[in-house]
């Protein structure tokens, strides 16, 4: 059995040195092949890569033209691995090799999917566990699809788990999602996640936000239906707010200085206007940049790689250039112009007879 082990990486050059002997010792015995993406990194990421792969045919190197994103990374990955079993997994070594064996153990019950689940964030600021739990909770609610908690992108797939995702490709990508969409039969196996050996997080607080936002709005209507439930709650606030002025001015005669009332009802419902308004046109940006069918990522070059037999969709393989050949004609075979010139000539005359 061959095992893909699929890395994406960004600027991960004091983090590999210290991953793959890691994770030669965890699959010591097996046959495996990892596979490093790099994600438009401007450190010496690409050339530790290179040397890597030229050293060992089991490291292979897939370099994006620029930065295309974790989760389009993920999925170039999956589209060029060839194991019977893939696993997805960051370098940083908060994702511990050494709990490799047990996901193959379960692998080889008949589960699809294997996710290791977090018992323990540590490493990880107390606001990070306590909005990270908050999302997890508000999106399992407002989205028909359960998702796990405490589950992240480091994860075991079978083969035709693989196949599945594959077909999924929608431009904005929350692979958690999508296999929560799926529903393939899932084993859950807790583990503590350590700190990150070196380097810095790829996953800034703006960048969570618009993560989070992604897996929102890809799988589940519920920001266009809330400002249906906040527009009948405030109309039907106005409407009463309306009948009791009026109450007010009719039978005791008493007039209410409105300027305020007014001023506040009219931010109030502007700012719900405006809220909603921005909601449908993320929607419908997000529904037109999926209609113009762009690839996903795009690949400038590879190392130990060939082409995937499946076929890439949305998706572009950069082919290398090749050298063009010379062509040396000799004396005996350089044609002859002398009969086209006079072939013309001769078409000429009898144009003019």
Same mark, same amino acid.
């Given at each position: 059995?061959?095992?893909?082990?699929?890395?994406?990486?960004?600027?991960?050059?004091?983090?590999?040195?210290?991953?793959?002997?890691?994770?030669?010792?965890?699959?010591?015995?097996?046959? +495996?092949?990892?596979?490093?993406?790099?994600?438009?990194?401007?450190?010496?990421?690409?050339?530790?890569?290179?040397?890597?792969?030229?050293?060992?045919?089991?490291?292979?190197?897939?370099?994006?033209?620029?930065?295309?994103?974790?989760?389009?990374?993920?999925?170039?990955?999956?589209?060029?691995?060839?194991?019977?079993?893939?696993?997805?997994?960051?370098?940083?070594?908060?994702?511990?090799?050494?709990?490799?064996?047990?996901?193959?153990?379960?692998?080889?019950?008949?589960?699809?999917?294997?996710?290791?689940?977090?018992?323990?964030?540590?490493?990880?600021?107390?606001?990070?566990?306590?909005?990270?739990?908050?999302?997890?909770?508000?999106?399992?609610?407002?989205?028909?699809?359960?998702?796990?908690?405490?589950?992240?992108?480091?994860?075991?797939?079978?083969?035709?788990?693989?196949?599945?995702?594959?077909?999924?490709?929608?431009?904005?990508?929350?692979?958690?999602?999508?296999?929560?969409?799926?529903?393939?039969?899932?084993?859950?196996?807790?583990?503590?996640?350590?700190?990150?050996?070196?380097?810095?997080?790829?996953?800034?607080?703006?960048?969570?936000?618009?993560?989070?936002?992604?897996?929102?709005?890809?799988?589940?209507?519920?920001?266009?239906?809330?400002?249906?439930?906040?527009?009948?709650?405030?109309?039907?606030?106005?409407?009463?707010?309306?009948? +009791?002025?009026?109450?007010?001015?009719? +039978?005791?005669?008493?007039?209410?200085?409105? +300027?305020?009332?007014?001023?506040?009802?009219?931010?109030?419902?502007?700012?719900?206007?405006?809220?909603?308004?921005?909601?449908?046109?993320?929607?419908?940006?997000?529904?037109?940049?999926?209609?113009?069918?762009?690839?996903?990522?795009?690949?400038?070059?590879?190392?130990?790689?060939?082409?995937?037999?499946?076929?890439?969709?949305?998706?572009?393989?950069?082919?290398?250039?090749?050298?063009?050949?010379?062509?040396?004609?000799?004396?005996?075979?350089?044609?002859?112009?002398?009969?086209?010139?006079?072939?013309?000539?001769?078409?000429?005359?009898?144009?003019?007879?």
């Amino acid at each position: 059995m061959l095992l893909s082990v699929v890395v994406p990486v960004l600027n991960e050059a004091e983090t590999i040195p210290l991953f793959l002997p890691r994770l030669r010792a965890a699959l010591h015995g097996r046959i +495996w092949e990892v596979i490093f993406i790099d994600d438009g990194s401007t450190d010496a990421t690409s050339e530790i890569l290179g040397e890597l792969a030229s050293n060992d045919p089991c490291v292979k190197v897939l370099r994006f033209t620029r930065n295309f994103g974790h989760q389009a990374a993920v999925t170039a990955g999956l589209d060029f691995a060839d194991g019977d079993a893939v696993v997805v997994m960051d370098v940083d070594l908060q994702d511990p090799p050494e709990l490799l064996p047990e996901m193959l153990a379960l692998y080889e019950q008949g589960y699809d999917v294997v996710s290791p689940q977090r018992i323990s964030r540590e490493s990880e600021t107390r606001f990070k566990r306590w909005t990270a739990a908050l999302f997890y909770r508000t999106l399992s609610r407002i989205s028909s699809h359960q998702l796990t908690q405490d589950v992240g992108d480091f994860r075991l797939f079978s083969h035709r788990a693989v196949n599945a995702i594959r077909s999924l490709r929608e431009e904005h990508r929350y692979m958690r999602g999508m296999i929560a969409w799926l529903g393939m039969k899932e084993a859950l196996l807790p583990f503590r996640r350590c700190a990150r050996v070196a380097g810095e997080t790829k996953y800034p607080l703006a960048k969570m936000l618009r993560f989070a936002w992604t897996g929102i709005s890809s799988f589940s209507a519920f920001p266009l239906r809330i400002s249906i439930a906040a527009g009948s709650f405030l109309g039907g606030a106005g409407f009463l707010y309306l009948l +009791w002025v009026l109450y007010l001015a009719l +039978w005791t005669k008493t007039l209410i200085p409105g +300027w305020a009332s007014v001023v506040a009802m009219q931010c109030t419902f502007s700012g719900m206007l405006l809220l909603a308004l921005g909601a449908v046109g993320d929607y419908v940006a997000r529904t037109y940049e999926e209609t113009k069918g762009r690839p996903l990522y795009v690949v400038n070059d590879t190392c130990n790689v060939s082409s995937p037999q499946h076929g890439l969709t949305r998706a572009v393989l950069l082919e290398k250039p090749q050298p063009r050949k010379a062509v040396v004609i000799g004396a005996d075979e350089a044609p002859d112009h002398s009969i086209e010139a006079e072939t013309t000539l001769n078409s000429l005359t009898s144009l003019r007879a």
